[in-house]
């Protein structure tokens, strides 16, 4: 009977050992031809290799396991290698494909072992397998989807500095251009205004103009000025906002 | 509140008396050629005056939106009678007209004056409370919202702190079960190094300051973890020159930055890189500056900063605007992140 072989990829050194040692002590007969500490690595060292098994951590530099798997182009056993991922696990319970905890323990290693030398003992469908992996990447590529901003890149002269959301004021739109105004600076960002509606934290950042996105956990004070229309105050600043007629409700309702 | 109202008040009869003068003039010289100002005026008071008492006295039993203009119309209504009433009562004791005198000559115009000035003056005076009113409900709610934010940011602030990051945890107690069969001293710094960070962590979410010594022993537990972990892929200094280790300091501010420079500068990129610390003193400002040479931050990493915006807010809650947090790319590769915080 031919040998099994495997490759081991994974940033960290420690468990990289670890999971060989353990690998002898359980499976004696498994060779492993190699191991990897990225991404990349791994996926060079599947194609040189042609291993029939490839374990795989999952946040690698370089490249995640998970794409390397998705550009793995032999038929290659692919198990994952994760830390505490209650997402991923889910999609690879619902899909039947092997993943491994960390930490690992004997028993839970010894029971992929058993999967896995059954599965190659048959002959499984490629296609079959293509199949569960697209739907797990689709899951797993869906959460790691951010959420919302929270650092504005701006340039100052030469610098490149990043102003956290959270100290923002407000956002105004100026010609073709974006305000960012904190309580001691004013940038300018090429952002349109609607497109980082989009991207702010909703409850955070309110649209309260056309042209003005107004951070309202900086508001000290909102008030109404002789022509009936709501302004709002900043936080130690002396910077006003006008709120127009079709946004006052947002601060009629609360 | 009820003296604010009580100043309201006051202040609407005395803009409503001025009116009533104002009227009075109109009305003796313009109307009816610059006879008898002082009856005009007395009676133009009496008007004025009852009127707004009637309407002061509605508008504080009608309250309901729906009953606006109703009230103000019967206010407005019974003023005039009252007005109207002791006009007669000052022109039958002190000049003697009788009722039917009063009520030929006199009341017809003190009715139709009546309604015609009440009419823009008791519009003036609604739609102005109404102002005042919604502008005290809108401080009102914002109060409210604000109390309620606060301490649902508290209560979060509070589940951050006390939360360890179940990767961070696991990882690590891998490498701790790989390193028994690998390097059993290894392992057992790493267990140690992870018992005071987890300690320290407990109890500081507990705390509102700690020292500035206590901060950068807590960072170093948690940078000598990874240095573990990582091995050569990561190298990182501490240079602290500040000789103050008892320096008051809020807990959760290096740290956290530290924690996104290896997050995602350092371990996403292949080659790894250095963080440096370095704490100075100049002109009664502590500068903490945290720099590494890790992927930097692009586009999509601009969406990670989470912890960022937490130390932002925490040092904003704690010194307000005299303390600030810069962060820069760093040349060629990296972020600069600038702390400064007043002695």
């Known amino acids: ?254 | 509140m009820q003296r604010l109202k009580l100043k309201d008040t006051i202040y609407t009869f005395i803009i409503t008396a001025i009116f009533d003068t104002i009227i009075a003039v109109v009305l003796t010289y313009m109307v009816l050629d610059g006879h008898n100002f002082f009856d005009v005026f007395i009676i133009s008071q009496l008007m004025g005056l009852s009127i707004c008492l009637c309407m002061s006295y509605v508008a504080h039993f009608v309250d309901g939106k729906k009953w606006d203009v109703a009230g103000t119309i019967i206010g407005l209504v019974v003023g005039v009678l009252i007005g109207s009433l002791l006009s007669w009562g000052f022109l039958s004791f002190f000049r003697g007209n009788d009722f039917t005198y009063f009520f030929k000559h006199v009341f017809s115009y003190v009715f139709v004056f009546g309604i015609v000035f009440g009419v823009p003056i008791s519009y003036f005076f609604s739609s102005r409370e109404k102002i005042i009113e919604s502008e005290k409900q809108i401080q009102k709610e914002k109060i409210k919202r604000l109390t309620m934010e606060k301490e649902a940011a508290m209560t979060t602030l509070r589940l951050l702190q006390a939360q360890i990051e179940p990767h961070f945890l696991f990882n690590t107690l891998a490498n701790v079960i790989s390193l028994f069969d690998i390097d059993i001293e290894k392992s057992r710094q790493m267990l140690i190094n992870l018992n005071e960070y987890l300690r320290i962590s407990l109890q500081r979410t507990r705390q509102e300051m700690i020292t500035l010594a206590q901060e950068l022993d807590l960072t170093r537990k948690y940078l000598e973890i990874f240095k573990i972990r990582m091995g050569n892929r990561l190298s990182y200094e501490i240079n602290d020159k500040t000789n103050k280790s008892d320096f008051a300091f809020p807990p959760l501010i290096i740290q956290p930055l530290v924690e996104n420079s290896i997050k995602y500068g350092i371990e996403p990129k292949i080659s790894g890189g250095t963080i440096i610390i370095d704490c100075t003193i100049k002109e009664n400002i502590l500068e903490i500056m945290i720099t590494d040479t890790g992927k930097g931050l692009d586009e999509d990493a601009s969406k990670a900063g989470i912890g960022i915006n937490n130390v932002s807010q925490r040092l904003e809650n704690i010194y307000g605007s005299a303390a600030s947090l810069i962060l820069k790319q760093n040349n060629p590769t990296g972020i600069k992140a600038i702390i400064r915080v007043p002695l």
């Open chain 1, 1 to 254: 009977m031919k040998q099994i072989t495997a490759i081991i990829a994974d940033d960290e050194e420690n468990l990289r050992k670890g999971l060989t040692l353990l690998l002898e002590r359980l499976w004696p007969e498994l060779k492993i031809l190699g191991q990897a500490q990225n991404g990349i690595e791994a996926l060079s060292l599947i194609e040189f290799e042609k291993p029939d098994i490839a374990f795989l951590d999952i946040k690698m530099p370089g490249m995640t396991g998970i794409n390397v798997a998705k550009k793995v182009s032999n038929a290659c056993k692919i198990v994952f290698i994760t830390a505490y991922d209650h997402f991923a696990v889910q999609a690879f319970e619902s899909e039947a494909v092997d993943y491994i905890l960390k930490p690992l323990t004997q028993n839970r290693l010894k029971a992929t072992i058993d999967r896995l030398k059954k599965q190659l003992g048959e002959q499984e469908q490629p296609l079959d397998f293509d199949l569960k992996m697209k739907k797990i990447i689709q899951v797993l590529e869906n959460k790691d989807v951010p959420e919302y901003l929270r650092l504005i890149k701006v340039k100052t002269g030469s610098d490149l500095r990043f102003i956290p959301v959270s100290q923002v004021l407000y956002f105004k739109a100026e010609d073709k251009y974006t305000i960012v105004q904190t309580a001691t600076n004013e940038f300018l960002i090429k952002t349109p205004i609607k497109d980082l509606e989009n991207d702010l934290e909703p409850k955070q950042f309110w649209r309260v103009h056309r042209s003005a996105i107004v951070n309202i956990e900086k508001i000290q004070a909102i008030k109404r000025s002789f022509s009936n229309q709501l302004i709002i105050g900043f936080n130690e600043t002396m910077h006003t906002i006008a709120v127009s007629r079709s946004y006052e409700h947002l601060f009629k309702q609360m």
